[in-house]
């Protein structure tokens, strides 16, 4: 079941994307930025904590 239910959410994702890729490049790009801005903060943290 959890199979089935798998290749299914990848379908609609991949169904979302090709029939609206506007707004999914928009949400691909905040993720990506959520991402940078952790690993940024990681950064500082450790810069912060050496100094």
Do not use: C, H, Q
Not at 31 to 48: H, K, L, P, Q, W
């Amino acid at each position: 079941m959890k199979k089935v239910l798998g290749w299914v959410v990848l379908a609609l994702v991949i169904f979302y994307i090709g029939t609206n890729p506007g707004p999914a490049a928009d949400i691909a790009e905040g993720v990506g930025d959520g991402i940078a801005d952790m690993f940024r903060n990681i950064g500082v943290f450790f810069s912060e904590l050496a100094s």
